[in-house]
């Protein structure tokens, strides 16, 4: 998804622009996260961008996108460009504890 959201409209007021910001994100995550797996991926992973153009936005984590709607919704931005793109992901081993090494 790479989208610019207006955020600002005559008859609907900010925090409302700013809710269906919000909720499009988690809407959009949650649809690609309910599709299949392809064999050998763990689970799926997004490139995020936010910022108030395209040019202007920065790389972010997923966990940090809520963060990122609120301080544009503070710094009062006219319009928030929201990039996801979903990959897919694959989780690092945990390295083996022998129980006879350990030192406790």
């Not at 649809?31 to 299949?36: L, M, N, Q, T």
Request: glycine residues 4%; contains cysteine; neutral net charge.
């Amino acid at each position: 998804m790479k989208k610019t959201f207006q955020l600002s409209h005559p008859k609907k007021k900010f925090a409302r622009l700013v809710d269906s910001v919000r909720c499009d994100v988690k809407k959009y995550l949650k649809r690609e996260r309910k599709k299949e797996l392809p064999e050998g991926v763990d689970y799926w992973d997004f490139d995020c961008k936010v910022g108030a153009s395209a040019e202007l936005a920065e790389v972010i984590d997923v966990a940090e996108i809520g963060k990122s709607i609120n301080e544009a919704e503070s710094q009062q931005f006219e319009a928030i460009y929201v990039e996801l793109l979903a990959k897919p992901g694959h989780r690092a081993e945990r390295p083996s504890i022998d129980p006879e090494d350990s030192s406790r």
